[in-house]
């Protein structure tokens, strides 16, 4: 009688086995489908991403930002000379893309004096360029 019992029970449990592999195994294939659909998702996220911040690059690049009138702008001569040292350009150059001569410059730098209101806001629009922007606007002048 308990070989009876064993075997009926372990051929249940073979059947039952087989049903919820037959039940499961659509589910599995769908499941691999799907993970690779979320993949493939996230690539193109990623990469528009990309593109999204390269043209928000351009077009801070392009356009200078304008402020609001009677925005005040603080000065400092360190900050100037580790900006200029930072993009690689010598004082003269930094100055044309200012459009200063480097003399100005280099006397900004070293607290001598100190740029006009207007000055400020130009050196401003300057320091928001990237360093490749900033290459390209010097070749362009």
């Known amino acids: 009688m308990a070989n009876l019992a064993t075997v009926l029970k372990s051929e249940i449990a073979r059947v039952a086995r087989k049903e919820a592999r037959a039940e ?77 001569s480097g003399a100005t410059i280099y006397l900004w730098e070293q607290g001598k004096s100190r740029p006009s209101a207007e000055q400020l806001t130009k050196l401003a629009a300057l320091r928001s360029l990237s360093k490749q922007a900033i290459g390209e606007r010097q070749g362009a002048t």
């Open 24 to 100: 499961v195994e659509p589910l599995r294939k769908a499941n691999a489908q799907y993970r690779s659909a979320i993949a493939q998702l996230r690539r193109q996220i990623s990469g528009l991403e990309k593109q999204l911040k390269q043209a928000k690059r351009r077009v801070s690049a392009a356009a200078p930002t304008v402020e609001p009138p009677g925005t005040a702008r603080r000065f400092s001569a360190s900050r100037l000379a580790a900006h200029r040292t930072k993009v690689g350009l010598s004082a003269a150059a930094y100055g044309k893309l200012v459009g200063m």
